[in-house]
């Protein structure tokens, strides 16, 4: 009877030492990586305080995917795309549902390699379908990539999402022209400057 017991209080203290495990090994595996080492030196003192309330943010808020989505952001606009990258990845991590982090992250591939901002663009887009501004950037990065099938696809779709946008007309006049089809590209950037919200300057910065 004694060696019974016994032997039953080494399985409940051995069952309890691999739940222990289980929920610290658990915890160490979910636990945010380290913020990311960048060099502030080079930048504005009003950007650098900036930069340091969002690192001070995401410490006081490790697992908040918004504070590393906001450092992520902050560094892609001031040029630091690697650490810009590794916060927006936990950033997605920690709330895959949120378009805004593949969106950016998408975004900061853009000048170093299409095929991952379009994979980034493409995530954005199934989470969230009707943002204009997400479907003009893939337009434009489809373009570049000489695919404008899947351009004038997410094109017509977008126009029928938002029919008065002057800035998706100008990009299927855009496209008509690099097809070739200079009369119906004159119709299309004709009928987009005539359009409320036409700004020659943003579609300068589309179309480049």
Not at 5 to 31: C, D, P
Not at 34 to 43: E, G, K, N, S, T
Not at 127 to 152: D, E, F, Q, V
Request: include cysteine; glycine fraction near 4%.
């Amino acid at each position: 009877m004694k060696r019974r017991v016994l032997v039953f209080a080494a399985l409940l203290a051995g069952f309890a030492a691999a739940i222990v495990w289980f929920v610290r090994s658990k915890n160490e595996a979910a636990s945010p990586p380290a913020i990311p080492r960048f060099d502030v030196a080079r930048l504005h003192p009003l950007v650098r305080d900036a930069v340091r309330e969002a690192v001070k943010r995401v410490e006081r808020q490790p697992r908040s995917a918004d504070a590393w989505g906001k450092l992520g952001m902050l560094l892609i606009a001031h040029d630091l795309p690697g650490p810009a990258r590794q916060c927006l990845a936990q950033a997605a991590e920690l709330d895959p549902d949120d378009y805004r982090w593949p969106y950016f992250l998408g975004y900061s591939f853009e000048s170093e390699d299409l095929e991952k901002a379009l994979a980034r663009y493409e995530r954005a887009l199934a989470l969230r379908s009707n943002y204009i501004p997400l479907r003009l950037r893939m337009a434009r990065l489809l373009i570049r990539l000489g695919r404008w099938k899947r351009c004038r696809e997410i094109l017509e779709d977008t126009r029928r999402i938002a029919p008065g946008d002057p800035y998706t007309l100008a990009m299927l006049g855009r496209l008509a022209s690099l097809q070739h089809d200079l009369s119906l590209a004159e119709k299309l950037l004709t009928k987009a400057a005539s359009r409320p919200g036409w700004d020659r300057n943003t579609s300068e910065d589309l179309f480049h």
